[in-house]
């Protein structure tokens, strides 16, 4: 069965202090491991896609990896504003479905 | 650049009354379209998706059933609520690879 989990389930921070997400993953035919960022009471809002081993992508703070079973998301210098659950998804089939990790609550304090 | 809209933002329903929830996209045509439901603590849930107008396909057995009469309008409805309906529902729009997520309406079946 294809599955996400994430961890941390939550995750506090001093501001500045650089820390990672994690994402594993059990699918047949990976085609898209994405990360989403979500703020409390709205919709996800997209941040990468990766779409194989050894693939990295950068915005800002933020830079994901991704590796055969697993997806980092790492945070450095963590500002405030950073504070969101981030939730992973992989994209498996024919039909492009989503699955869903949880997600992990980052806090972030001033 | 493409938009999507849900409404209502907010809705307080008692059991047993109808439910009609709609989602429209702008500035895109044929999308992929997809209703999730968030509830606290369980991650985002794959409720409906469409490929194409009148087309719909569902993820879970539930009392809810979705539609697309036009092209980038896509509705979630119910005949009778169940207070396990309260949740946060998210509409979403896919043409390549991303999926990208609108607003939510957040429903509180009392």
């Known amino acids: 069965e294809d599955q996400v989990t994430q961890s941390p389930e939550a995750l506090r921070l001093q501001e500045g202090e650089s820390s990672s997400l994690n994402c594993s993953y059990t699918?047949?035919?990976?085609?898209?491991l994405f990360w989403y960022r979500q703020d409390p009471g709205k919709g996800p809002e997209f941040l990468f896609t990766?779409?194989?081993a050894g693939e990295e992508k950068e915005k800002e703070r933020l830079k994901a990896t991704l590796t055969k079973k697993e997806s980092f998301l790492h945070i450095t210098a963590p500002k405030p504003e950073d504070s969101a659950t981030y939730l992973c998804a992989v994209q498996a089939g024919s039909q492009g479905n989503l699955i869903f990790g949880k997600g992990t609550k980052l806090s972030v304090k001033p | 650049s493409q938009t999507i809209h849900q409404w209502p933002a907010t809705l307080v329903q008692p059991v047993g009354s109808p439910l009609s929830l709609e989602c429209t996209v702008e500035?895109?045509?044929?999308?992929?379209l997809y209703w999730y439901r968030q509830a606290a603590g369980r991650g985002l849930q794959l409720l409906f998706y469409?490929?194409?107008?009148?087309?719909i396909s569902s993820e879970v057995p539930q009392n809810l059933s979705a539609s697309r009469p036009q092209d980038r309008q896509f509705i979630l409805s119910s005949k009778k609520l169940l207070l396990s309906d309260s949740g946060f529902y998210l509409c979403?729009?896919?043409?390549?690879?991303?999926?990208?997520f609108g607003p939510g309406t957040r429903l509180t079946v009392t």
């Open positions: 990766l779409y194989s």
């Open positions: 979403a729009w896919r043409l390549t690879y991303e999926q990208y």
């Open positions: 699918v047949s035919g990976l085609r898209g």
């Open positions: 500035g895109t045509s044929n999308p992929n």
């Open positions: 469409s490929v194409g107008i009148g087309q």
